[in-house]
């Protein structure tokens, strides 16, 4: 029998990393398509932060918790739509969440959840959903990327950098990336990072145009946007693709439109988060056949910085917003 109760991290204002408190809910109930996770651990992402600072409001209908992927295991659920995705009460699972997932338990669309890859815990399995489901529908689908070309990645030692640093590597691409220190620059290039440039010490336009010997790069993944993007169209080779997930660096950007034409360029972004269930169901589904078994064969693997209590939800946000760490920051019950 589960309990009726649950802990959860609410946000008591808009705010520092202080207004994250531990608080009591009642257990959210799962609807038509949905399942009832008790969630182990709950992974932490840039854009909780901006949730806590009232820059990024949850979407219509998503619970007002933050908290955008977790791990655990499967308590109840719609029973038919489990049977169709072959997933049962006790099944581990990690989850992708549009809100909810700082919390004991949470409810996640079947078609979002994906079993925990054999031989991962629960800290590495939380640490999956966010950036994954983001990198692989930027990187690959939108973006485009193939084996032979050439990914340029801005913040390589973020959440997202590490898992965009492995997955391109895996799929057969030369990796670029960018990062605020030499330290963090060697930690890029031990998860399997073709070249690593330092941004505050070096330009990365320079850099890349020497890297490539002027060909420039096929695809940026760029969280930075503002006055990098001139940069970036610059350094674009022919037919490449600007990929813009943030804008870190501010929302306006001047740049020479004309290369966008001469050099066929694509200029696209997204923001995952208010797609629908079934954008993100087809994700999952490509996760699960293409890069699920590269995880089980231990090329790809979770990189977690640090773990802590959901108590100390202040403390992992203080973390992130340091930027100290690489790789993932995730929460445990
Ligand atoms: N569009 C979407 O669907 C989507 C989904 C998830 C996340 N995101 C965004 O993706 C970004 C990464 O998320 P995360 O959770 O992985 O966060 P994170 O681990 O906190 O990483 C933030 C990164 O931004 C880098 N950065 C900041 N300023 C930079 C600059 N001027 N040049 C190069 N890199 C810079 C930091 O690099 P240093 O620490 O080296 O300075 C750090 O690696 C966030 O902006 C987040 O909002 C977007």
């Not at 959210?28 to 854009?47: D, F, H, K, Q, W």
């Not at 979407?59 to 997933?87: I, K």
């Not at 990645?153 to 960018?178: C, E, P």
């Not at 870190?248 to 797609?275: N, Y």
Request: proline share 5%; charged share 20%.
């Amino acid at each position: 029998m589960e309990k009726q109760v649950m802990r959860a991290v609410e946000l008591t204002a808009f705010g520092g990393p202080e207004v994250l408190r531990l608080g009591e809910r009642a257990l959210p109930v799962a609807g038509a398509g949905e399942l009832l996770i008790r969630v182990a651990a709950s992974g932490i992402n840039r854009p909780d932060v901006l949730q806590r600072k009232g820059h990024y409001a949850p979407p219509p209908g998503a619970s007002d918790l933050p908290g955008l992927e977790v791990a655990g295991v499967v308590v109840s659920g719609d029973e038919a739509a489990m049977a169709e995705a072959g997933l049962r009460v006790g099944d581990r699972v990690c989850a992708l969440l549009a809100g909810g997932g700082y919390a004991e338990y949470c409810v996640a669309p079947v078609a979002q959840c994906l079993p925990v890859p054999q031989g991962l815990d629960d800290v590495q399995a939380a640490a999956l959903p966010e950036t994954f489901f983001t990198v692989w529908s930027n990187v690959f689908d939108r973006g485009a990327l193939k084996a032979g070309e050439t990914l340029l990645v801005q913040g390589g030692s973020s959440g997202i950098g590490v898992t965009a640093i492995q997955l391109a590597k895996a799929r057969g691409a030369t990796v670029i990336v960018t990062a605020g220190s030499d330290a963090k620059c060697a930690e890029c290039v031990a998860l399997g990072a073709d070249h690593a440039i330092n941004y505050r010490s070096q330009d990365f336009a320079e850099e890349v145009r020497r890297i490539t010997a002027g060909k420039g790069v096929d695809v940026i993944l760029d969280m930075v946007a503002g006055g990098y993007v001139a940069r970036e169209v610059q350094i674009l080779a022919e037919d490449g693709r600007l990929v813009i997930i943030a804008v870190q660096g501010g929302v306006q950007a001047e740049f020479d439109a004309g290369l966008v034409l001469r050099r066929r360029l694509v200029v696209t972004g997204s923001t995952l988060r208010p797609r629908p269930v079934a954008f993100k169901g087809a994700i999952a589904q490509a996760l699960r056949r293409e890069v699920w078994p590269l995880i089980e064969a231990g090329s790809i693997r979770p990189v977690i910085h640090s773990t802590f209590a959901a108590a100390d939800a202040d403390k992992a946000h203080a973390l992130m917003e340091s930027s100290q760490h690489t790789g993932k920051i995730v929460l445990t019950w």
